[in-house]
Protein backbone atom coordinates (compact mmCIF):
# COMPACT_ATOMS: atom_id res chain seq x y z
CA UNK A 1 0.00 0.00 0.00
CA UNK A 2 1.31 3.56 -1.39
CA UNK A 3 1.95 5.47 1.84
CA UNK A 4 3.45 8.61 3.55
CA UNK A 5 5.10 9.29 6.92
CA UNK A 6 5.32 12.09 8.92
CA UNK A 7 7.42 12.91 12.00
CA UNK A 8 7.29 14.14 14.49
CA UNK A 9 3.24 14.59 14.43
CA UNK A 10 4.18 18.07 15.83
CA UNK A 11 6.69 20.67 16.92
CA UNK A 12 7.09 23.85 18.82
CA UNK A 13 10.41 26.15 18.26
CA UNK A 14 11.26 29.48 19.26
CA UNK A 15 11.19 32.47 16.84
CA UNK A 16 14.48 32.46 14.96
CA UNK A 17 15.96 29.17 15.81
CA UNK A 18 16.33 26.19 13.07
CA UNK A 19 14.15 22.77 12.65
CA UNK A 20 13.93 19.49 10.48
CA UNK A 21 11.08 17.81 9.43
CA UNK A 22 11.20 14.42 8.04
CA UNK A 23 9.50 11.84 5.87
CA UNK A 24 9.44 8.26 4.76
CA UNK A 25 7.43 7.01 1.61
CA UNK A 26 6.59 3.73 0.28
CA UNK A 27 4.59 4.94 -2.27
CA UNK A 28 5.57 3.16 -5.97
CA UNK A 29 5.86 3.83 -8.96
CA UNK A 30 7.75 6.64 -7.47
CA UNK A 31 7.26 10.42 -9.75
CA UNK A 32 7.92 13.45 -7.68
CA UNK A 33 7.95 14.18 -3.90
CA UNK A 34 6.49 17.71 -2.76
CA UNK A 35 6.23 19.55 0.65
CA UNK A 36 3.11 21.72 1.37
CA UNK A 37 2.57 24.12 3.67
CA UNK A 38 -1.23 24.06 5.08
CA UNK A 39 -2.49 26.80 6.99
CA UNK A 40 -5.50 26.37 9.49
CA UNK A 41 -8.66 26.63 7.30
CA UNK A 42 -6.57 27.47 3.96
CA UNK A 43 -5.76 24.85 1.55
CA UNK A 44 -1.79 23.51 0.81
CA UNK A 45 0.38 25.74 -0.73
CA UNK A 46 3.17 24.17 -2.64
CA UNK A 47 6.98 24.95 -1.45
CA UNK A 48 9.04 22.02 -3.37
CA UNK A 49 9.35 19.43 -5.63
CA UNK A 50 11.57 17.35 -6.77
CA UNK A 51 11.88 14.14 -8.72
CA UNK A 52 13.97 10.98 -8.03
CA UNK A 53 17.27 12.55 -9.42
CA UNK A 54 16.89 16.28 -7.25
CA UNK A 55 18.80 15.41 -3.86
CA UNK A 56 18.09 19.11 -2.66
CA UNK A 57 16.31 22.33 -3.77
CA UNK A 58 15.07 25.42 -1.58
CA UNK A 59 12.94 27.83 -1.53
CA UNK A 60 13.96 30.82 0.88
CA UNK A 61 14.03 29.56 3.92
CA UNK A 62 12.64 26.01 3.04
CA UNK A 63 15.44 23.24 2.23
CA UNK A 64 14.04 19.73 1.40
CA UNK A 65 16.41 16.53 0.60
CA UNK A 66 15.57 13.45 -1.46
CA UNK A 67 17.37 10.20 -0.77
CA UNK A 68 15.04 8.23 -3.47
CA UNK A 69 17.55 5.11 -2.10
CA UNK A 70 16.20 4.87 1.17
CA UNK A 71 13.06 6.56 0.29
CA UNK A 72 13.48 9.48 2.95
CA UNK A 73 12.67 13.31 2.63
CA UNK A 74 13.45 16.04 5.16
CA UNK A 75 12.44 19.61 4.96
CA UNK A 76 14.69 22.43 7.12
CA UNK A 77 13.48 25.49 7.91
CA UNK A 78 16.03 28.24 8.71
CA UNK A 79 15.56 31.20 10.94
CA UNK A 80 11.87 30.88 11.73
CA UNK A 81 9.24 33.25 11.61
CA UNK A 82 6.15 33.48 13.61
CA UNK A 83 4.51 32.89 10.00
CA UNK A 84 5.83 29.17 9.55
CA UNK A 85 3.25 27.93 12.07
CA UNK A 86 1.33 25.36 10.16
CA UNK A 87 1.18 21.99 9.36
CA UNK A 88 3.54 20.94 7.08
CA UNK A 89 2.62 17.95 4.63
CA UNK A 90 4.73 15.45 2.66
CA UNK A 91 3.26 14.73 -0.37
CA UNK A 92 4.55 11.77 -3.21
CA UNK A 93 3.44 11.46 -6.52
CA UNK A 94 2.56 8.04 -8.03
CA UNK A 95 3.00 7.92 -11.63
CA UNK A 96 0.35 6.63 -12.44
CA UNK A 97 -0.34 8.01 -15.94
CA UNK A 98 -1.68 11.27 -13.98
CA UNK A 99 -0.75 13.75 -10.68
CA UNK A 100 -1.83 10.83 -7.82
CA UNK A 101 -0.87 12.62 -5.04
CA UNK A 102 -0.48 10.39 -1.80
CA UNK A 103 0.18 12.91 1.45
CA UNK A 104 1.29 12.17 4.78
CA UNK A 105 -0.60 12.93 7.83
CA UNK A 106 1.63 16.57 8.04
CA UNK A 107 3.50 17.97 11.18
CA UNK A 108 2.09 20.95 13.02
CA UNK A 109 4.78 23.45 13.50
CA UNK A 110 4.06 26.32 15.83
CA UNK A 111 6.84 28.84 16.04
CA UNK A 112 6.51 30.60 19.77
CA UNK A 113 8.02 34.23 20.12
CA UNK B 1 -5.24 36.02 -11.41
CA UNK B 2 -8.28 34.49 -9.05
CA UNK B 3 -7.28 31.27 -7.49
CA UNK B 4 -9.08 27.70 -6.61
CA UNK B 5 -12.32 28.81 -5.32
CA UNK B 6 -15.13 27.04 -3.62
CA UNK B 7 -18.59 27.04 -2.16
CA UNK B 8 -19.88 26.97 0.18
CA UNK B 9 -16.44 27.54 3.36
CA UNK B 10 -19.14 25.64 5.17
CA UNK B 11 -21.74 23.35 5.27
CA UNK B 12 -24.04 21.76 8.23
CA UNK B 13 -26.15 19.41 7.29
CA UNK B 14 -28.70 16.88 8.87
CA UNK B 15 -27.57 12.78 8.59
CA UNK B 16 -29.31 11.76 5.62
CA UNK B 17 -29.50 14.62 3.65
CA UNK B 18 -27.86 15.60 0.44
CA UNK B 19 -25.55 17.63 0.09
CA UNK B 20 -23.90 19.87 -3.01
CA UNK B 21 -19.85 21.12 -2.89
CA UNK B 22 -19.10 23.05 -5.65
CA UNK B 23 -15.44 24.01 -7.57
CA UNK B 24 -14.32 26.65 -9.45
CA UNK B 25 -10.83 25.77 -11.09
CA UNK B 26 -8.36 28.47 -12.25
CA UNK B 27 -9.25 29.05 -15.48
CA UNK B 28 -7.57 27.13 -18.30
CA UNK B 29 -6.63 24.19 -15.69
CA UNK B 30 -8.00 21.61 -18.16
CA UNK B 31 -7.41 19.02 -14.82
CA UNK B 32 -9.70 18.93 -11.59
CA UNK B 33 -9.16 16.65 -8.57
CA UNK B 34 -11.05 16.45 -5.15
CA UNK B 35 -9.50 15.40 -1.76
CA UNK B 36 -11.39 14.63 1.10
CA UNK B 37 -9.19 15.71 4.61
CA UNK B 38 -10.34 14.20 7.74
CA UNK B 39 -9.50 15.99 11.67
CA UNK B 40 -5.21 16.06 11.94
CA UNK B 41 -4.82 13.88 8.63
CA UNK B 42 -3.76 14.95 5.21
CA UNK B 43 -5.72 14.93 2.43
CA UNK B 44 -6.85 12.02 0.57
CA UNK B 45 -7.66 11.61 -3.78
CA UNK B 46 -11.28 11.44 -4.53
CA UNK B 47 -11.61 11.69 -8.12
CA UNK B 48 -9.56 13.24 -11.00
CA UNK B 49 -10.94 14.82 -14.18
CA UNK B 50 -9.51 15.50 -17.29
CA UNK B 51 -11.76 17.72 -18.98
CA UNK B 52 -15.03 16.54 -18.63
CA UNK B 53 -14.66 13.35 -18.03
CA UNK B 54 -13.91 11.52 -14.49
CA UNK B 55 -10.33 9.49 -15.60
CA UNK B 56 -10.14 8.12 -12.09
CA UNK B 57 -12.48 7.73 -9.67
CA UNK B 58 -11.12 4.97 -7.25
CA UNK B 59 -10.71 7.70 -4.31
CA UNK B 60 -14.81 7.94 -4.18
CA UNK B 61 -15.53 5.42 -0.97
CA UNK B 62 -18.34 4.56 -1.97
CA UNK B 63 -21.94 5.20 -4.62
CA UNK B 64 -23.15 7.61 -2.69
CA UNK B 65 -20.43 10.01 -3.62
CA UNK B 66 -20.65 11.48 -6.80
CA UNK B 67 -18.89 14.33 -9.08
CA UNK B 68 -19.95 16.35 -12.27
CA UNK B 69 -17.77 18.42 -13.79
CA UNK B 70 -20.44 18.98 -17.01
CA UNK B 71 -18.69 21.92 -19.03
CA UNK B 72 -14.88 20.89 -18.25
CA UNK B 73 -14.92 23.94 -15.81
CA UNK B 74 -16.93 24.38 -12.74
CA UNK B 75 -17.54 20.89 -10.99
CA UNK B 76 -19.76 19.66 -8.29
CA UNK B 77 -19.18 16.83 -5.65
CA UNK B 78 -22.50 15.89 -4.98
CA UNK B 79 -23.31 13.36 -1.72
CA UNK B 80 -26.28 11.38 -1.10
CA UNK B 81 -27.74 9.97 2.22
CA UNK B 82 -24.79 11.96 4.29
CA UNK B 83 -23.47 9.76 7.42
CA UNK B 84 -22.03 11.44 10.56
CA UNK B 85 -18.50 10.04 9.00
CA UNK B 86 -18.78 12.22 5.87
CA UNK B 87 -17.51 14.80 8.31
CA UNK B 88 -14.15 16.44 7.09
CA UNK B 89 -12.77 18.93 4.51
CA UNK B 90 -13.63 19.04 0.93
CA UNK B 91 -10.42 20.02 -1.16
CA UNK B 92 -10.32 20.73 -4.85
CA UNK B 93 -7.36 21.40 -6.96
CA UNK B 94 -6.85 22.34 -10.43
CA UNK B 95 -3.56 21.73 -12.68
CA UNK B 96 -2.84 22.62 -16.58
CA UNK B 97 -2.91 19.05 -17.21
CA UNK B 98 -2.81 15.72 -15.32
CA UNK B 99 0.17 14.08 -16.48
CA UNK B 100 3.18 14.73 -14.51
CA UNK B 101 6.09 17.02 -16.82
CA UNK B 102 9.60 15.59 -17.06
CA UNK B 103 12.72 17.50 -15.75
CA UNK B 104 12.02 20.77 -13.84
CA UNK B 105 8.66 21.22 -15.10
CA UNK B 106 5.84 20.37 -13.01
CA UNK B 107 2.34 20.62 -13.43
CA UNK B 108 1.43 21.82 -10.20
CA UNK B 109 -2.01 20.93 -8.23
CA UNK B 110 -2.91 24.49 -6.88
CA UNK B 111 -5.81 23.80 -3.75
CA UNK B 112 -8.87 26.33 -2.74
CA UNK B 113 -9.51 26.52 0.65
CA UNK B 114 -12.26 23.71 0.92
CA UNK B 115 -15.18 23.41 2.25
CA UNK B 116 -16.17 22.17 5.50
CA UNK B 117 -18.91 19.39 6.28
CA UNK B 118 -20.66 18.80 9.11
CA UNK B 119 -22.84 15.75 9.34
CA UNK B 120 -24.88 15.88 12.45
Known amino acids: KNQVEQSPQSLIILEGKNCTLQ??????????LRWYKQDTGRGPVSLTI?????NTKSNGRYTATLDADTKQSSLHITASQLSDSASYIC????????????FGTGTRLLVSP | GAGVSQTPSNKVTEKGKYVELRCDPI?????LYWYRQSLGQGPEFLIY????????DSGLPNDRFFAVRPEGSVSTLKIQRTERGDSAVYLC??????????????????FGPGTRLTVL
Open chain 2, 93 to 110: ASSLTGAEAGGSSYNEQF
Open chain 1, 23 to 32: CNYTVSPFSN
Open chain 1, 50 to 54: MTFSE
Open chain 1, 91 to 102: VVSANTGFQKLV
Open chain 2, 27 to 31: SGHTA
Open chain 2, 49 to 56: FQGTGAAD
